[in-house]
């Protein structure tokens, strides 16, 4: 009994014996220890109990209910590093799986539904290199539920939407351009080969947005294509390349700066000259007007533009349609229009036309009074629009001007509001006559709350390093807007604020105090200092002329939206989202308007 025991020990030892020698001897000692490493390491990792099942078997060793990794079952993803970095390592396994074999499949999913975490928190510890074999192998990616080809990448749910190496091949593709621009291809093999690979590239990438739209064999298309570019840049001196590199960057930056020019004078271009539509319109109404008799160019309701009692609003214009929908806005809206009064003051040239317009037009029961700015001959004595120097008449126009003597030009009135011709009111303004003004002279919308848009500091328009401004004026003083203004013109009288106005403007031609390019605002600054209320921003929304990330709330609540900026709602460079609030004051199907081919 005991020699048939010692010789079933034996042959059990020289079978474990054969069991380690014989994989030595055909597999190779190197494949078979790295075999032994990982199934043992992910024993370990996957806590799998095999010491319990080889105990329980009685016959042949049963693979454990876990998962496996099996090295046929291996597919390893190789990361190319940047070209910057001049790093051509591979990255470490981004993902294992296997097909698990001689299992029943509720069995292995619930195993992988198990490990999932471990899979997750550990990556790196599973990016042990493997040889792959060359077969086509299906490759289940656990974390992402995606089935991928063995020719494919297959990268961990963190570099899913990765784009590193697309970008890559695109700066290589840019380098190869670069030197095949500099040296023809025909000049060296090297450039041929580079200008081959380039093109292959080319097809390649084309399409892919992420690294797993790309094929293992782009990745080693790129490789070569690095070790060429590496190649070629030996091959050629670096001085040379240099002088090459800044003599483009030097034409290019030419090419931007006179592209930038001629953009700029194109805006200013569309932004000085009226549309040819606008032209034809004032042609045919100013035509329409001298064919009628004196007594009929006559506007209705003339004793009523002196009541100081009614609303008097004012517009400085020489734009047929702009007054036209200021006009018509703040007529819709009102609760009473028949104690609205218009006065439209513009020059010689444009009276007629917007007369005619008006008197086919009519606003209702609203009250509209032109005036021309050539019978104000007490303006004559003051002489202000000589010393502003600068060839835009969008600058020099006295009109601009104009709203420095509103004591002069409205002199029975106490009150007025004062309108820039692109606004459009879509609110009635009666509450605004009935703000508190505090003894003050103009009433304004600032723009100098931070956070809020715009945002205007006085310092950035006017130059506080003469000690003229310096002294007289505080620099963290609140900017107000154009456009929308209530002016009690009692104190404006009693404060004499015309006298002030001249005097800031004769320090300005003296001296270069703000740039006049700013127009009307840091005179007006100056001269209503201390002297403005502060309006609710709700009565006069600014930007819809130059900012296109106005709060559409903000823009429907606002009781007069302003398109202050170049891109006036008339122009073809107009913003189309808020065009529509200006173009439905209009009837596009006025005769007019559709024989100048006037449209929306």
Request: charged content about 25%.
């Amino acid at each position: 009994m005991k020699l048939i025991r010692l010789r079933q020990r034996t042959f059990i030892l020289s079978l474990l014996s054969l069991s380690v020698i014989a994989p030595l001897i055909f597999l190779g000692r190197r494949e078979f220890l790295e075999d032994l490493y990982r199934v043992t390491y992910q024993t370990d990792t996957l806590k799998l109990n095999s010491v319990e099942q080889i105990r329980e078997g009685a016959g042949e060793l049963e693979e454990p209910n876990q998962v496996v990794y099996k090295q046929k079952d291996v597919v390893s993803t190789i990361n190319y590093s940047s070209i910057k970095n001049n790093d051509s390592e591979e990255s470490r396994i981004a993902a294992l799986e296997i097909n698990g074999v001689n299992h029943d499949e509720r069995q292995d999913q619930d195993a992988q539904k198990e490990d999932l975490s471990s899979i997750h928190e550990d990556t790196n510890v599973h990016a042990v290199p493997h040889k792959t074999s060359k077969e086509n192998i299906k490759v289940t990616n656990r974390p992402s539920g995606r089935i991928a080809d063995g020719h494919h990448i297959l990268n961990s749910p963190s570099n899913e939407g990765k784009s590193q190496k697309v970008e890559e091949i695109k700066d290589q593709i840019l380098m190869a351009k670069v030197y095949l621009k500099f040296a023809p291809p025909s000049s060296n093999s090297r450039l041929k080969r580079l200008e081959l690979q380039m093109k292959e590239m080319e097809r390649a990438v084309e399409g892919a947005t992420r690294d797993l739209d790309l094929s293992r064999s782009v990745l080693q298309k790129m490789r070569h294509m690095e070790a060429s570019l590496s190649s070629v840049g030996r091959a050629f001196s670096d001085c040379s390349m240099v002088a090459k590199l800044q003599a483009v960057k030097h034409k290019t930056e030419e090419q931007v700066r006179f592209q930038r020019r001629q953009a700029t004078y194109l805006v200013q271009l569309a932004v000085r000259t009226a549309p040819k539509g606008f032209h034809c319109l004032s042609m045919r109404l100013t035509a329409e007007y001298f064919a009628l008799r004196p007594e009929e160019r006559k506007l209705p309701n003339e004793n009523m533009i002196h009541h100081p009692e009614l609303y008097h609003y004012a517009v400085f214009s020489d734009n047929v349609l702009a007054c036209a929908v200021v006009v018509n806005s703040t007529v819709s809206t009102a609760k009473e229009p028949e104690k609205l009064v218009f006065h439209i003051v513009t020059n010689s040239l444009y009276l007629p036309a917007i007369s005619m317009w008006f008197l086919i037009n009519s606003p209702g029961k609203a009250t509209v009074h032109i005036q021309n700015i050539d019978n104000f001959e007490w303006l004559s004595k003051y002489n202000p629009f000589g010393k502003i120097n600068n060839g835009d008449p969008g600058y020099t126009s006295e009109l601009n001007y104009l709203l420095f003597y509103l004591p002069d030009i409205f002199p029975a009135l106490n009150k007025i509001v004062i309108f820039d011709h692109d606004v459009v009111v879509q609110q009635d303004l009666s509450g605004l006559w009935n703000a508190n003004m505090k003894e003050n002279v103009i009433g304004a919308v600032g723009t100098c709350q931070e956070g809020k848009t715009p945002f205007h500091r006085i310092d950035t328009f006017i130059n506080f390093s003469d000690p003229l401004i310096g002294e007289s004026f505080d620099v963290n003083t609140c900017t107000w807007a154009f456009g929308m203004n209530l002016f009690d013109l009692q104190q404006w009288r009693r404060h004499n604020l015309t006298a002030a106005y001249h005097k800031y403007l004769q320090m300005g031609s003296k001296k270069p105090l703000w740039n006049w390019n700013f127009r009307r605002l840091p005179l007006g600054w100056l001269t209503f200092y201390n002297k403005t209320e502060l309006l609710d921003r709700r009565w006069h929304i600014l930007g819809l002329g130059h900012n296109s990330g106005v709060d559409r709330n903000e823009i429907e609540q606002a009781a007069v939206i302003h398109f202050d900026g170049i891109r006036k709602p008339w122009l073809d460079i107009a913003m189309g989202r808020y065009k529509s609030y200006w173009t439905k004051f209009l009837d596009f199907d006025h005769p007019f308007l559709q024989q100048c081919n006037l449209q929306a």
